[in-house]
């Protein structure tokens, strides 16, 4: 079946520093990719997509590449903020049934 | 506007109780989800609705009933619920069943049984 994997967290930064969440996929068929952002006491909002090969999604200064030789969706912030700290869940969704989530990482940006 | 909004945004309620959760969007989605999220995990996929009927039920026990009025509300009603039932509820609608689109997400409501 479908699967999502993420890296393990808690990621620990300091503010403006560089910020890469790496994400693998298996699907039967093409994918769209997804990452989405929780923050603490709230549901989940989207924050960027692809929807084919090679589609950079980007938003709010993070971006992710849609890699299907890797099967890859990394997410990446060239600077982060103390506002970013958040769980990151990286999602598919093939059609057949509903969003495949990965099982998040928590980032905590400090001062 | 992708919003979709829950309420309540926070319940608690006793083992024999009855209660409703209530969500809601104007986007003109076709397909309806809710969700399941325990402390530090990932959202678990309970009920899909593809077109106002239900499509998918995860093997979700029958103390959880959901319901689809109309295109735009989905409810789920709650009853004789257990301790292990608490959690963040989510729903979240998509323009179209059986594609790949993205999913836009409410804000939870939080139950906690006791």
């Known amino acids: 079946g479908d699967s999502v994997t993420q890296m393990e967290g808690p990621v620990t930064l300091s503010e403006e520093a560089f910020l890469t969440i790496n994400c693998t996929y298996t699907a039967t068929g093409y994918p769209s990719l997804f990452w989405y952002v929780q923050y603490p006491g709230e549901g989940l909002q989207l924050l960027l997509k692809?929807?084919?090969?090679?589609d950079k999604g980007s938003n709010k200064g993070f971006e992710a590449t849609y890699r299907k030789e890797t099967t890859s969706f990394h997410l990446e912030k060239g600077s982060v903020q103390v506002s970013d700290s958040a769980v990151y869940f990286c999602a598919s969704n093939t059609g057949r049934r509903a969003l495949t989530f990965g099982s998040g990482t928590r980032l905590q940006v400090q001062p | 506007d992708t919003e979709v909004t829950q309420t309540p945004k926070h319940l608690v309620m006793g083992m024999t109780n009855k209660k409703s959760l209530k969500c809601e969007q104007h986007?003109?989605?076709?397909?309806m989800y809710w969700y399941k999220q325990k402390a530090k995990k990932p959202p678990e996929l309970m009920f899909v609705y593809s077109y106002e009927k239900l499509s998918i039920n995860e093997s979700v026990p029958s103390r959880f009933s959901p319901e689809c009025p109309n295109s735009s509300l989905l409810n789920l009603h709650l009853h004789a619920l257990q301790p292990e039932d608490s959690a963040l509820y989510l729903c979240?609608?998509?323009?179209?069943?059986?594609?790949?689109?993205?999913?836009?997400f409410g804000p939870g409501t939080r139950l906690t049984v006791t």
């Open positions: 986007m003109g989605h076709r397909a």
């Open positions: 979240a609608s998509s323009q179209d069943p059986g594609q790949c689109w993205e999913q836009y």
């Open positions: 692809a929807t084919k090969a090679d």
